[in-house]
């Protein structure tokens, strides 16, 4: 797959880049935000970008139960909605990781399927690693003054090596402190289902995670997957602490200036019915 990935890419870098943008269940019922400053970033870096309008879940989390049947068709569906693309960009590692590595999987045993999703993977790219790898891109010319800290999400990690990525693009913002906190590659906790199945270990793991991300002195904490926000955030929130949480690509794109994840919207008080 990789010899195949690399020689798509040298086919289309001498031409204008098509891009499909997954935009990922949680971004889209979630934080829109983030979908709409991944496109923004996307454009910047030379790419015309389409949001297929027939896209649904991953299907992780039918995978992660044991349900292969619903996770292929899923993944078939998937595959189809995003035939003809250059690439296709997702801004989540979880979701990236099962586009990439996990399609090829579900079809091991059909060898047209298999060759379909295969190649279909070799145009997957997750957005951060999509920025600097493949497009050369490390400075967007960004503004946030804060001190963030960041998480590194399981499946991005380790999956698809996304660690130095994320931090070459933050190391370019203006105004930018990253007080790096202790144990920033251990699992928060959210884990798809897991936090599902095992709630009371989940709970533990994210009140630990918030405590050394506290701890770390930063004011914000950024990460590049949106399930691990919304778990960190939430859990901030319980334990009453001030901390802003953003995927990175919304201060990538200078579009960190609205409420964090999981503030939710402000009240206009003069339009607020009484009562």
Known sequence: MNNDSTSHESTVSSRTVSVGLFVTCLVDLHRPNVGFASIKLLEQVGCVVSVPQIQTCCG????????????????????????GFDYV???????????????????????AEFAKATEFASRCHELLSFLVDVRGMTDFESKFDSSVTYHDSCSGLRELGIKDQPRALMQSVQGLKLNEMKDTDVCCGFGGTFCVKYPDISERMVSDKAALAV???????????????????????RLQQPMRVYHVAEVLANMADGPAIGEGKPVDQSTASEG
Do not use: W
């Open 60 to 83: 992780q989390p039918a995978y992660n139960s044991g349900d292969d049947k619903t996770s292929r068709q899923i993944a078939m569906q998937t595959i189809n909605a995003f035939a």
């Open 89 to 111: 960009v997702v801004p989540s590692g979880s979701c990236a990781g099962m586009l990439i590595e996990h399609y090829p999987e579900l079809f091991k045993d059909d060898e």
């Open 215 to 237: 701890q770390s002195g930063a004011d914000t904490l950024l990460g590049g997957d949106m399930g691990c926000l919304l778990n960190i955030s939430g859990r901030l929130s």
